[in-house]
């Protein structure tokens, strides 16, 4: 936690690159998986449909996807762009790996996206957690789920 | 990003909307990616048809907006002009002669004919098959390529070294229409240098070694460029289109090298140019048991459909499938596709190797496969294929277990009715 800012309020900041602009806050949704576009998803629901991915059966519609980034075919793009088109697409995205499939998601689902984080945003962020993410600015500010309840 | 004053032009709008729609995608797009300009393309491979129910309602609409939305990101419709750069189409969702077997409703396949007739006099070459590099769109060792379909991405890299990223419909869309793409990744020379040094301490040779270690291997690295040394019989095109296919399904594989093997390494230290290795990974018995069982999810040994040619059967593999079954005849349970592009198809017909199949019972089938259309024989309980990216991607898309061995194996359960396979 030595670059993160803790806020009174148990907010934690996080500062990145923009990949593409905008404001939008939400649930987390936060995956340790990579996450394939055709053939990983169903665009029409907007569930992870991966034989042996821990978010199988899990919709990211309206969420805050949190994830290490994409793989699989090259359909990657276009199937977020139908989420999109279907209204099931997640409210933005955070992700660590660069990749063209990510980028191409990021520009045509056209929600704000953030990468190259000062800190883990998997080890930071876990699924339920309130976040807010500010793509213009570069900056995620995560309040914590609240514990043992 | 910086522009040239032709990329600035086409963005103004000085050669039509279509190009300033494309160009602006692919500002957009360089700007996500950190890239710091374009480069110049002529040999774009990408995804124009309309052969899927989700496009039906841009398909009223007409062909300008099914490419405007699809293939610009542009939900305003612009008029679309010819491709600038040589274009060709990948894998489709019908085949087009045999889409009653296929079970798809005649409205889609009239729907994907017009698309094709409009698409094709705009020059998109109507391939219709994931192995562009099969049927005469061969890059050359350097050329900068956009190109889509993860199996062809990695072969183009690799195997020809030919420089393209793993593009999507929409990039490729804007490459066809610019003669531009952001350049960035594998266009650039230092980024395709090894990273993981591979040792296989167990023979690979056969096309299913191929896959198996593909498979493997491709959860491990994701999207880093494996070096591969160690137990390889020299492979062809045939087993290194399998191996590929197979990596960039459990990871994003879009590069590797093979010494002495791969123009972009004649030894390990070529390969790795400098770079430093960021790990060492042994591939042995016990690894190669892990791919074998993660690519199996099945348990019932009825099996009711055979699934061959992911990638695209080349000729040499169609002519193995004809002679297995040679006057034989398929258990009355199973159907049997076989998948080679339309091309190849042609010439498989003339040598008669369609016919052989055929009387036996099986269909040989072009321009799709039953990931890309999600149709598989209707009534279809329990799959067998050959293909670790088929048995990768079916349970996910058609909810059915797949059973992955030999194509020997996999003739064997067409012609039984059983699946025998072992991991030998």
């Known amino acids: 936690m030595s670059i993160a800012e803790t806020r009174p309020n148990d907010t934690i900041v996080l500062h990145g690159r923009k990949v593409v602009g905008g404001v939008a806050e939400g649930e987390a949704l936060v995956t340790h998986d990579t996450i394939s576009g055709w053939g990983g998803i169903n665009e029409r629901e907007g569930t992870v449909i991966e034989r042996r991915h821990e978010l199988r059966g899990v919709s990211f519609k309206d969420k805050i996807l949190v994830f290490p980034g994409a793989k699989g075919s090259s359909g990657w793009s276009a199937y977020f762009h139908m989420t999109r088109l279907n209204k099931v697409n997640p409210k933005a995205m955070i992700f660590v790996t660069m990749t063209t499939k990510i980028a191409l998601g990021a520009v045509v689902t056209r929600v704000p996206a953030i990468t190259e984080l000062d800190q883990d945003p998997l080890s930071v962020i876990e699924t339920g957690d309130w976040v807010k993410v500010d793509a213009d600015r570069g900056i995620v500010e995560i309040t914590k789920k609240a514990k043992g309840v | ?424």
């Open chain 2, 1 to 424: 990003m910086r522009l040239t004053d032709a990329e600035k032009a086409m963005l103004d709008g000085k050669e039509g909307p279509a190009q300033a729609k494309a160009m602006d995608l692919l500002v957009r797009y360089g700007e996500a990616l950190g890239a710091e300009r374009l480069v110049e393309t002529n040999n774009v491979a990408g995804a124009f048809n309309a052969s899927t129910p989700s496009v039906r309602e841009l398909v009223k609409k007409g062909f300008d907006a099914v490419f405007s939305e699809l293939n610009l990101d542009s939900p305003e419709v612009v008029q679309i002009p010819r491709m600038r750069a040589n274009t060709c189409q990948l894998i489709t969702g019908i085949d087009n002669d045999l889409w009653q077997t296929q079970g798809i409703a005649q409205e889609l396949v009239e729907q994907q004919k017009r698309a094709e007739a409009h698409f094709g006099a705009l020059g998109i070459n109507m391939f219709a098959t994931c192995t562009p590099y099969q049927v005469g769109n061969v890059p050359v060792k350097g050329e900068h390529c956009a190109w889509m379909e993860s199996s062809a991405v990695v072969y183009c890299n690799s195997v020809l070294g030919a420089r393209t990223n793993t593009e999507g419909k929409e990039s490729t869309g804007a490459a066809a229409l610019t003669g531009r793409i952001p350049y960035w990744g594998y266009h650039i020379p230092e980024n395709r240098r090894g990273t993981h040094l591979v040792e296989v301490d167990v023979e690979v040779d056969d096309i299913m070694d191929w896959g198996l270690l593909g498979y493997w291997l491709g959860e491990i690295v994701q999207e880093d460029i494996p070096v591969l040394t160690g137990k390889l019989k020299r492979p062809t095109l045939i087993k290194l289109k399998h191996f590929g296919a197979a990596a960039a399904s459990s990871g994003g594989v879009e590069m590797y090298h093979v010494p002495g093997v791969t123009p972009e390494a004649r030894d390990v230290e070529e390969a790795f140019g400098g770079r430093k290795i960021v790990d060492k990974l042994r591939y042995g018995p016990a690894e190669r048991k892990q791919a074998y069982d993660n690519l199996n999810c099945a348990s019932d040994r009825n099996v009711d459909f055979v699934m061959l040619g992911c990638p695209h059967n080349a000729i040499e593999q169609v002519w193995r499938v004809a002679s297995l079954l040679e006057g034989k005849k398929l258990h009355p349970n199973v159907q049997l596709w076989v998948h080679t592009p339309r091309a190849l198809r042609e010439v498989a017909q003339r040598n008669g190797y369609v016919k052989m199949i055929t009387d036996a019972g099986g269909v040989v089938m072009s321009d799709t496969c039953p990931a890309i259309s999600r149709y598989a024989p209707k009534g279809t309980r329990v799959i067998a294929t050959d293909s670790a990216k088929q048995a990768h991607y079916l349970p996910a898309i058609l909810g059915l277990p797949v059973w992955f061995g030999t194509v020997q194996e996999c003739v064997e359960a067409a012609l039984t009715g059983q699946w025998n396979g072992r991991l030998q």
